[in-house]
């Protein structure tokens, strides 16, 4: 049973003119353990579809259901606690902030409702066992390499177990070795945790190592030619 539905999204601004459509039309059905590729080129809708399923921004048109709930009906306090519970992010700019620990920005999410309780500490040390920094935990960003801090991103968008994750050019600046790495790690905890995993990107390689590949170009889905 999908998770996250889709259908007939559209996103459009207002202009002195006619209104500027981004969005045209969109239709998407992911299930828990379901990842997926969105590539496209500059322009095409990507950012703007990125924000809309992040619920970051509202769409114009059409539906969108993640587990079973319209987030686009709740009140603004709502949707924040429903955005922090069920998506987390991953970002080209890992924004850690740099007077924290590794630590320390994994638990981020969690203070939402307050201080971070035993559990979550667990669970973010744990998160950080898997990706590999067990020993970096109390290091502060500037003290990581690139690969490293997104790596510590990785486990922040995990720390409230979301059933989707969005991630925008998880390895747009990083080499080669560390891209593969990084995109290795995002598929093996995306299975162990049977959450639904959208990456945003550029990269072909990338894309090529997820199941499913679809290109948006002005503001439609299709399925990938290569």
Same mark, same amino acid.
């Given at each position: 049973?999908?998770?996250?539905?889709?259908?007939?999204?559209?996103?459009? *601004?207002?202009?002195?003119?006619?209104?500027?459509?981004?969005?045209?039309?969109?239709?998407?059905?992911?299930?828990?353990?379901?990842?997926?590729?969105?590539?496209?080129?500059?322009?095409?809708?990507?950012?703007?579809? &990125?924000?809309?399923?992040?619920? +970051?921004? =509202?769409?114009?048109?059409?539906? *969108?259901?993640?587990?079973?709930?319209?987030?686009?009906?709740?009140?603004?306090?709502?949707?924040?606690? %429903?955005?922090?519970?069920?998506?987390?992010?991953? %970002?080209?700019?890992?924004?850690? &902030?740099?007077?924290? #620990?590794?630590?320390?920005?994994?638990?981020?999410?969690?203070?939402?409702?307050?201080?971070?309780?035993?559990?979550?500490?667990?669970?973010?040390?744990?998160?950080?066992?898997r990706v590999g920094l067990a020993d970096r #935990?109390?290091?502060?960003?500037?003290? &990581?390499?690139?690969?490293?801090?997104?790596?510590?991103?990785?486990?922040? #968008?995990?720390?409230?177990?979301?059933?989707?994750?969005?991630?925008?050019?998880?390895?747009?600046?990083?080499? =080669?070795?560390?891209?593969?790495?990084?995109?290795?790690?995002?598929?093996?905890?995306?299975?162990?945790?049977?959450?639904? +995993?959208?990456?945003?990107? =550029?990269?072909?390689?990338?894309?090529?190592?997820?199941?499913?590949?679809?290109?948006?170009?002005?503001?439609?889905?299709?399925?990938a030619t290569v």
């Amino acid at each position: 049973m999908a998770n996250l539905v889709i259908k007939d999204l559209k996103k459009e *601004y207002p202009t002195r003119g006619e209104p500027l459509e981004i969005l045209k039309g969109i239709d998407l059905e992911l299930s828990p353990g379901d990842n997926l590729a969105i590539i496209g080129p500059s322009g095409s809708g990507k950012s703007t579809l &990125l924000n809309v399923l992040g619920t +970051l921004d =509202h769409p114009t048109g059409g539906s *969108y259901t993640l587990n079973d709930t319209d987030p686009f009906s709740l009140d603004e306090d709502e949707l924040a606690a %429903f955005r922090n519970a069920n998506i987390g992010f991953i %970002f080209q700019e890992h924004h850690l &902030l740099p007077q924290l #620990s590794v630590l320390e920005n994994v638990l981020i999410p969690t203070m939402a409702n307050g201080k971070p309780v035993a559990a979550d500490v667990a669970r973010a040390e744990e998160l950080i066992q898997r990706v590999g920094l067990a020993d970096r #935990s109390h290091h502060r960003p500037a003290e &990581l390499s690139g690969g490293e801090r997104e790596r510590v991103a990785v486990a922040r #968008s995990l720390i409230c177990s979301p059933s989707l994750v969005l991630a925008d050019e998880p390895t747009g600046n990083l080499d =080669h070795r560390n891209a593969q790495q990084i995109g290795e790690l995002l598929l093996e905890i995306q299975d162990a945790e049977s959450m639904a +995993l959208i990456v945003v990107t =550029h990269s072909r390689d990338l894309a090529d190592m997820l199941g499913r590949k679809l290109e948006i170009n002005d503001g439609r889905l299709s399925s990938a030619t290569v």
